[in-house]
């Protein structure tokens, strides 16, 4: 305690712990010192410092190491990723430099052999001149004055052949020439028969050597070079040992005739530019089509060459992609050209792809450089849709009208799909909704292309979007929808023309509906691949069942009608509201309509609450409406009258004040209270059965319902079976009901009083109240 107070004390009056910067250094470097040892001993090092630390500090000690070693793998990783190009450009860089260092090698391994062989000869001459007996000629023995052999002349004529041969340009010969040389200076040497002829005669085969290889890459690198005599250059640079550098030039002289032929082509800013696309496709693939081709047939599979050639291929593709989307994509792209920027695409895979033959798989660098501008395109094309749809219903009349005879931009019909001709799907829509449609298919005709860029999935979900917000748009159109139901920050939401009559609510789910079911369904299997095989199969199903072959589709279409259920959900709301409450916010329906018939009314003519007579005429007018705007799709109808009965429903058994008066009010619910709300849940069930739109959710409610209604009676110490009369009696009341809300003739039943409950409770209206309670 007493050395942390000291420390603390230095480090507050600002004087340093201990001594000077350089005694610290000094101190360093000698402690470092024992790592430089040639005899450094890690494990005796560890030991030796691991006995001054407890079990604490060893333990953090090992955690501190652990973290420096995955901070190093990570930081390793992430150089060897950022560094991934120049790391294959460097490993090419030492394949040059090792090359080249073998030719500087053998060099100088000749030029030692020429001076020891030089050497040595003098030093044999020098040691063979003695004195002959008789007289000498000119000072020189007869060794020296003989001829010379017949190797001894070729070798001396062999500089001026190979000249000669090189003027000439006669590369194959001046091969031939120069490997006999070389083969008689080797037999020469290998016999040690070496004479300063052929010692002489090896450094000018070397001279020739090199001076050949200079000629042939000048050949090579000449844009008049082209065909045969490339070849023939490169294969003999090749023969001579230096393959890395002619290889190289081989790519770069295909380069440089690629580039003389770009300069005959020029865009245009306002040409097509799927012409331009194409036409430069065709200059930079047949290049690297016959470089790839002249690379095998001198080169081989060698990897080191084959990985060169992917290299500089690679290149040459990215450099085009870039001339693309510089001078005919940018242009589309911005302006949601999106079927311009599809076909040039498509042109320029189509030609890439052709490289594939050939072992260059360039088509997904294509790919990745042209999807984000393609992306660009799409989200044009797509907010285009979503603002015009928006300003067309801003319009709408929410007038259901049969679709107008209209043909496409480009001249093609709107009524193809899959490749053949359909006939045309006569639906009722209003007119912004017939307008959205014919932009759909518009849209799918041109997305054809993008299946190949793996953009189906995100352009499925762009126009999802797109009828989410259209969606928007005829929830807004529903009067008195509420605003949070709705994202008003979306862009297609503005003012709209409210729907203001029931047809013309109605109106609004048949758009919506027929689009999610049939129409945008339909259109979105122009995405969908199918082989030839499978072809005529699928044209011979219906187009329900080829979109359920496809889980992605189905995926999308379920997507679609849940948008659809948000409409549908708002109008039962709508319409539920509009039956329950007043326009001053007074309720319809509430328990005192009950619990007051008993003692406040002398004589009752039993039938159905106001409410609920108002519920069956709304639903009447409904299926009247439904009937003749789902046309083949009364399942949907069906379904709607459903839902809004369900909500009026659900609203009543989750009205807690409503039950809070039956159940605890200060006045109880009496045996005519409880009659009628029986008759008015009998006569729900009765007009819903009747339609065929009960639901099970919808029974069990009910019954639900009228078990806490007898619940609440018998809380009384009254029995409720004894106050109800039969079935029969309500079923009787509720057919009568029906008919005269109907506009119908009153049925006659008899002497029996429809209005007098007198009968008694037999065994079979008991045990029927008592399985709606149970069920």
């Known amino acids: 305690m007493a050395s942390m107070k000291s420390s603390r004390s230095r480090a507050h009056s600002g004087t340093p712990a201990r001594g000077n910067p350089k005694e610290n250094t000094t101190k360093l470097e000698e402690n470092l010192n024992v790592f430089k040892s040639a005899n450094f001993d890690a494990d005796g090092y560890v030991q030796s410092k691991s006995h001054s630390l407890d079990e604490k500090e060893l333990r953090q000690l090992c955690t501190n190491l652990l973290d420096l070693k995955k901070v190093s793998a990570e930081e390793m990783r992430r150089s060897v990723y950022a560094n991934y190009k120049a790391f294959i450009r460097t490993s090419k860089e030492i394949s040059d430099l090792e090359g080249e260092l073998s030719s500087i090698k053998n060099l100088l391994s000749t030029q030692a052999t020429l001076i020891h062989g030089l050497a040595g000869g003098v030093q044999i001459d020098s040691s063979s001149i003695t004195v002959p007996d008789g007289p000498t000629t000119n000072g020189f023995c007869n060794d020296e004055a003989r001829d010379p052999s017949e190797l001894e002349k070729w070798l001396i004529d062999f500089p001026a052949l190979l000249d000669v041969l090189l003027a000439e340009r006669r590369v194959n010969e001046?091969?031939?020439?120069?490997?006999?040389?070389?083969?008689?200076?080797?037999?020469?040497?290998?016999?040690?028969?070496?004479?300063?002829?052929?010692?002489?005669?090896?450094?000018?085969?070397?001279?020739?050597?090199?001076?050949?290889?200079?000629?042939?890459?000048?050949?090579?690198?000449?844009?008049?070079?082209?065909?045969?005599?490339?070849r023939t250059a490169i294969s003999a640079l090749k023969r001579l040992g230096d393959g890395p550098r002619a290889h190289t030039l081989l790519l770069n002289a295909h380069l440089l005739r690629f580039q003389y032929n770009m300069q005959s082509l020029r865009p245009s800013g306002t040409s097509y530019g799927?012409?331009?696309?194409?036409?430069?496709?065709?200059l930079?693939?047949?290049?690297?089509?016959?470089?790839?081709?002249?690379?095998?047939?001198?080169?081989?599979?060698?990897?080191?060459?084959?990985?060169?050639?992917?290299?500089?291929?690679?290149k040459q593709t990215e450099a085009f992609a870039l001339l693309v989307k510089r001078?005919?994509?940018?242009?589309?792209?911005?302006?949601?050209?999106?079927?311009?920027?599809?076909?040039?695409?498509?042109?320029?895979?189509?030609?890439?792809?052709?490289?594939?033959?050939?072992?260059?798989?360039?088509?997904?660098?294509?790919?990745?450089?042209?999807?984000?501008?393609?992306?660009?395109?799409?989200?044009?094309?797509?907010?285009?849709i979503e603002e015009s749809t928006a300003a067309l219903a801003a319009a709408d009349d929410w007038e259901l009208t049969y679709p107008p005879t209209v043909s496409r931009q480009s001249g093609r019909s709107s009524s193809t799909a899959l490749g053949t001709a359909i006939p045309a799907y006569h639906h009722k829509l209003s007119s912004s909704a017939h307008q959205f449609n014919l932009m759909v298919q518009d849209f799918f005709e041109d997305v054809g292309p993008l299946l190949s860029m793996q953009l189906g999935g995100k352009t499925l979900e762009g126009l999802y979007q797109v009828f989410n917000s259209y969606v928007n748009m005829l929830m807004k159109a529903l009067p008195g929808t509420m605003e949070e139901e709705v994202n008003l920050e979306a862009?297609?939401?503005?003012?709209?023309?409210?729907?203001?009559?029931?047809?013309?609510?109605?109106?609004?789910?048949?758009?919506?509906?027929?689009?999610?079911?049939?129409?945008?369904?339909?259109?979105?299997?122009?995405?969908?691949?199918?082989?030839?095989?499978?072809?005529?199969?699928?044209?011979r199903r219906k187009p329900s069942e080829r979109q359920n072959r496809h889980p992605e589709q189905r995926e999308w279409k379920r997507r679609l009608l849940s948008s659809v259920e948000r409409l549908k959900d708002s109008f039962c709301q709508q319409h539920a509201l509009d039956i329950i409450f007043t326009e001053d916010g007074e309720s319809h329906l509430c328990a005192d309509m009950y619990i007051d018939m008993d003692g406040n009314v002398d004589e009752i003519e039993w039938f159905p609450s106001p409410i609920f007579q108002d519920l069956y005429a709304k639903l009447n007018r409904i299926a009247t409406i439904a009937a003749e705007m789902f046309v083949g799709r009364e399942r949907f109808a069906t379904a709607l009258l459903m839902r809004l009965t369900e909500t009026v429903i659900v609203w009543l058994s989750e009205d807690q004040s409503f039950w809070d008066d039956i159940e605890e009010g200060t006045r109880p619910l009496g045996p005519l209270g409880l009659q009628q709300f029986y008759l008015d849940m009998k006569f729900v069930i009765c007009f819903v059965s009747q339609g065929r739109y009960l639901s099970r959710n919808l029974r069990r409610v009910i019954n639900e319902i009228i078990s806490k209604a007898v619940s609440a009676f018998a809380a009384t110490g009254m029995d409720p079976y004894s106050e109800l009369p039969e079935d029969d009696w309500f079923t009787d009341i509720c057919q009568e009901a029906m008919e005269r809300l109907s506009g119908g003739q009153k049925v006659a039943h008899g002497d029996r009083d429809l209005y007098s409950p007198t009968a008694s409770v037999s065994a079979q209206s008991i045990s029927s109240i008592r399985s709606h309670g149970s069920s």
């Open 174 to 230: 001046a091969l031939e020439t120069l490997e006999e040389g070389e083969r008689l200076a080797s037999e020469a040497k290998e016999s040690k028969t070496l004479s300063p002829v052929v010692l002489l005669s090896q450094t000018a085969i070397t001279g020739c050597r090199q001076k050949l290889a200079n000629q042939l890459a000048e050949v090579a690198c000449q844009p008049s070079t082209r065909g045969v005599e490339l």
């Open 274 to 282: 799927g012409s331009y696309t194409a036409a430069l496709s065709q």
């Open 284 to 314: 930079v693939f047949s290049a690297v089509a016959l470089a790839a081709s002249d690379s095998l047939a001198i080169f081989g599979k060698e990897p080191s060459y084959t990985s060169e050639l992917v290299m500089w291929a690679t």
């Open 327 to 384: 001078h005919a994509l940018a242009s589309s792209a911005a302006a949601g050209g999106l079927r311009a920027a599809a076909e040039c695409v498509q042109i320029a895979l189509g030609h890439c792809s052709l490289l594939e033959a050939r072992g260059l798989a360039l088509c997904p660098v294509l790919m990745k450089l042209f999807r984000p501008i393609v992306e660009q395109a799409l989200e044009a094309n797509l907010k285009r």
């Open 491 to 539: 862009p297609g939401n503005r003012n709209v023309r409210m729907a203001e009559t029931e047809a013309q609510q109605i109106a609004l789910l048949a758009n919506a509906s027929l689009l999610a079911d049939e129409l945008l369904p339909r259109a979105a299997m122009k995405l969908v691949p199918l082989n030839q095989a499978n072809y005529e199969d699928d044209t």
